[in-house]
């Protein structure tokens, strides 16, 4: 039956299934359990599955994500929630250097179905650490997967799936749209789910691609309905996926298009939208009528909340770079 | 005795260590720290094969550094010194049990009853270690120092979350880390949680007084088995050279864990007879004349001398022991040499359980690159 419920809404409804489908499934992190997380995305879980399935940790990240390793080695599949992206940090080895390597270094015989959940990106009127977008970092690291979701129907889906998946994910939550509505069909087979490692066309347009992920395809959606209104048909790519980029689909909305325009909070250098500015390039080269333009954060440490908005791509800001593609 | 004393020999730390063997061979009764005393009751057969474990992996640790001196291994990470540390707690472990290494722990490794083959194809170079944690109940060489006890520590809640804690049959697990990683924050993490979630585990510390170049001093003001009482779990010390101390003190701690009674730090007081790894040269930062003081306390000799004084071992059983080691390690060395490099393009292989299709075509252009030099002078 189909719902009208918020993104933070279908991730626990989503981490809610998962309990109930493997009681391997376990969930961990710093006030996850009566409290339901800082975000509530727990709430209730706790209560209906106990203090084993859903375990308040010690306020230590690196203890988390590492005795998540422990826990998955013994045949557990451990949900580690980390309360903010800019305390992610002291886990930070623990991912990179174990998480993303256990794999590998065992010639595949060591598997760590974790998956790492983070709350990402500004817009909240936080302090510092509360607002950034670390995901560069981990997309960068061989052995994770990155992914994330942008709308209630995907955040339901691919929690799930990323739970069920073998691979260690990294699932960068857009926090500042977890209160957003849409509908969501929770009775939904998995099986028949949108796969969780490609993109998807969030709006389909013929005179440039704009491509985002988590809280900037909202952006773009609207960005994309302002343009409408001055005659530019422009297409949003909804990434999903950030390690690995179903390119494919980027390739052949560019082809079709001619233009690109890639927008990330993150801060844009060495950031996701170099990267993809290159492989569009390189696939791209004879379709394209301009550069790839790249619209993201500055390259400042993520600012204070009086002016994160400045800060923060916008629809005016995107609909910018639509104009200087087309006034190339 | 006070809480934190114990009893010892004159070669024993201030605070004293857990001592059943002098390094003269005498046999001590039991020895007692914090209220508990601990014994052993061994045959003599078993006396002789702890000897025989003693002698087979110093002589194996022998034959990898001279196979690094020779460029058969890239290094060798050498456990001359703690062999009684090794050899007595991996012993002291039931078939059950789970250990989480650092890079250093083959004695341990051997005791497991696995092939002494295993880790070097790591110091070899053709992979990475390689191996199912779970089938050998062994997880694979840690190298960042102590990431490996959180994994344990997981671990450990795993068996009491799966009920497989509170009975003698019960599992636990150990975790190995030496003195300097004490300093790691995750290590006191792993403190943390193993207290908390009264994980069933031992936290076995062999404090071999260096960090590569830096003495146990830049680590810590007071002795690390005392740190347990931060954390709320009994912290022992043994002398780590006593492979009979080494072995009861870890039985008693994992039959603690495994009956429900929580972890327990120890702290086996040893020495690194040897450098660091093969690309460490000791001399620049310690003296002759320290190493020469812990050679009179050597783990292999003290054991030796009881086992002579006894009269349960003659020149016959030595040298026989001696022989079957030897045998060993040149089986060992036949074995190295023989192992063969990977294929290149095998590189791309187990980094994702689901595989990734942009790796897939990383292979494909790797392939197509090599062989367009085929049939060239390239």
Known sequence: MAETITIGKALNHGLRRSLEHDSKVVIMGEDVGKLGGVFRITDGLQKDFGEDRVIDTPLAEAGIVGTAVGLAIRGYRPVCEIQFD?????????????????????????????VIRIPFGGGIGAVEHHSESPEAYFSHTPGLKVVTCSNPADAYSMIQQAIRSDDPIVFFEPKRRYWEKGEVDLDAELSGAYPLHEARVAREGTDATLIAYGPMVRTCLDAATAAAEDGRNLEVIDLRTLSPVDYDKIYASVRRTGRAVVVHEA?????????????????????????????????????????????????????????????? | MANGES???????????????????????????????????FTDDEYRELYRDLVTVRRLDAEATAL???????????????????VGSGRAMRPQDMAFPTYREHGVLYTRGIDPIMPFGLFRGVDQGGWDANEHRFNGYTIVIGSQTLHATGYAMGVTMDGKTGTPDGEAVIAYFGDGATSQGEVNEAFV???????????FCQNNQYAISEPLERQTRIPLYRRAAGYGFPGVRIDGNDVLAS??????????????????LIEAYTYRMGAHTSSDDPTRYRIASEVESWKAKDPISRLRAFLTKQQLGDDSFFDEVDESAKT???????????????????????????????????????????????????
């Open chain 1, 86 to 114: 800019g305390f992610v940090f002291p886990a930070y080895n623990q991912i990179v250097a174990q998480v993303a390597k256990m794999y590998y270094r065992s010639m595949g015989k060591v598997r760590l179905p974790i």
């Open chain 1, 267 to 328: 801060p844009g250098n060495i950031g996701l939208g170099a990267e993809l500015a290159a492989r569009i390039t390189e696939h791209c080269f004879y379709s394209l009528e301009a550069p790839v333009l790249r619209v993201t954060g500055y390259d400042i440490p993520y600012p204070a909340a009086r002016v994160e908005e400045e800060y923060l791509p916008d629809l005016d800001r995107v609909l910018d770079a639509v104009d200087r593609s087309f006034g190339w």
């Open chain 2, 7 to 41: 009893t010892a020999g004159a070669d024993a730390p201030a605070g004293g260590f857990v001592q059943l063997l002098t390094p003269d061979g005498e046999r001590v009764d039991s020895a007692t720290a914090d209220g508990v005393t601990y014994s052993v009751d």
């Open chain 2, 68 to 86: 690094q001196r020779q460029g058969e291994l890239g290094i060798w990470a050498s456990l001359l010194g703690q062999e009684a540390a090794q």
């Open chain 2, 193 to 203: 949680w193993a207290g908390v979630f009264h994980a069933p585990m031992v936290f």
């Open chain 2, 247 to 264: 072995f009861a003190v870890t039985r008693a701690a994992l039959d603690n864990a495994r009956n429900g009674q929580g972890p327990t």
């Open chain 2, 328 to 378: 060993l390690a040149l089986s060992l060395r036949e074995r190295v040499l023989s192992m063969p490099d990977p294929q290149p393009i095998s590189m791309f292989d187990n980094v994702y359980p689901h595989g990734s299709a942009e790796l897939d075509l990383q292979r494909s252009q790797f392939a197509d690159y090599h062989a367009s030099f085929e049939g060239s002078d390239h």
